[in-house]
């Protein structure tokens, strides 16, 4: 696979990629991140806010590449036929991508809302590679590789936003996605490579759901 990244690209330590076909060249690249940064547009951003408020959603399915008909009907469990639209062709582009990076045409969809914190340590996630977009609420949190401080992981011996911290070389290293970014993290598994550090974005026990879809290789779930 052709794999060339401008000098601006490249320094922050991460993948910025333009479209899901740049994108794909996570796979090639010395990078355990990449990221297609995008604003969805303003009627779907409203809508997926309300879906998320109005009711729990929580979609999970295995989709084979080769049929695609699997992709629309878990898009089509949205609800909202302007989100089911926009959920289907989302998967439309990203399917092909994670199987570009992966090699897996088999894939998990999985779609939910998030009322809680669920992951707020910083970790590493023990799967091949992990696609996520958040398409309400806040985005995922992640450190770029030069900014980890890979010791401190999984320290128990003090409080988690304490551990966290002692993750982090300096502390504006945390970034974070926005809604609708589509970020591409590779994981302990991924061959010879050491897993991307990044968390679920703390929210506060008022804070409006998140709604995140999330796609893993069937088998490394
Ligand atoms: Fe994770």
Same mark, same amino acid.
């Given at each position: 696979?052709?794999?060339?990244?401008?000098?601006?690209?490249?320094?922050?330590?991460?993948?910025?990629?333009?479209?899901?076909?740049?994108?794909?060249? #996570?796979?090639?690249?010395?990078?355990?991140?990449?990221?297609?940064? %995008?604003?969805?547009?303003?009627?779907?951003? @409203?809508?997926?806010? /309300?879906?998320?408020?109005? @009711?729990?959603?929580?979609? /999970? #399915?295995?989709?084979?590449?080769?049929?695609?008909?699997?992709?629309?009907?878990?898009?089509?469990?949205?609800?909202?036929? !302007? !989100?089911?639209?926009?959920?289907?062709?989302?998967?439309?582009?990203?399917?092909?991508?994670?199987?570009?990076?992966?090699?897996?045409? /088999?894939?998990?969809?999985?779609? =939910?809302? &998030? @009322?809680?914190?669920?992951?707020?340590?910083? =970790?590493?996630?023990?799967?091949?590679?992990?696609?996520?977009? *958040?398409? #309400?609420?806040?985005? *995922?949190?992640?450190?770029?590789?030069?900014?980890?401080?890979?010791?401190?992981?999984?320290?128990?011996?003090?409080?988690?936003?304490?551990?966290?911290?002692?993750?982090?070389?300096?502390?504006?290293?945390?970034?974070?996605?926005?809604?609708?970014?589509?970020?591409?993290?590779?994981?302990?598994?991924?061959?010879?490579?050491?897993?991307?550090? =990044?968390?679920?974005?703390?929210?506060?026990?008022?804070?409006?759901?998140? !709604?995140?879809? @999330? &796609?893993?290789?069937?088998?490394? %779930?």
């Amino acid at each position: 696979m052709a794999f060339a990244l401008s000098r601006s690209v490249a320094e922050p330590g991460y993948l910025i990629a333009r479209s899901p076909a740049e994108l794909a060249w #996570t796979r090639a690249s010395k990078f355990g991140v990449g990221v297609w940064p %995008r604003a969805l547009p303003a009627v779907a951003a @409203r809508r997926f806010s /309300e879906a998320a408020r109005s @009711r729990p959603i929580a979609v /999970e #399915t295995t989709v084979d590449l080769a049929s695609p008909q699997q992709a629309r009907q878990a898009a089509a469990q949205m609800g909202d036929p !302007l !989100l089911a639209a926009f959920v289907c062709n989302d998967l439309r582009r990203l399917l092909p991508t994670f199987a570009a990076i992966t090699g897996e045409n /088999e894939v998990v969809v999985r779609l =939910h809302t &998030i @009322r809680d914190g669920m992951c707020e340590k910083l =970790h590493a996630d023990y799967v091949t590679l992990r696609m996520l977009c *958040t398409y #309400t609420g806040p985005g *995922t949190q992640w450190v770029a590789p030069g900014d980890v401080v890979r010791e401190n992981l999984r320290r128990i011996d003090v409080p988690v936003e304490e551990a966290n911290a002692s993750v982090l070389r300096h502390p504006g290293a945390l970034r974070q996605a926005r809604a609708g970014d589509v970020l591409v993290l590779k994981g302990e598994q991924w061959p010879g490579g050491t897993g991307a550090v =990044h968390r679920s974005p703390p929210v506060g026990p008022s804070a409006p759901p998140r !709604l995140l879809l @999330r &796609i893993d290789a069937k088998d490394r %779930r």
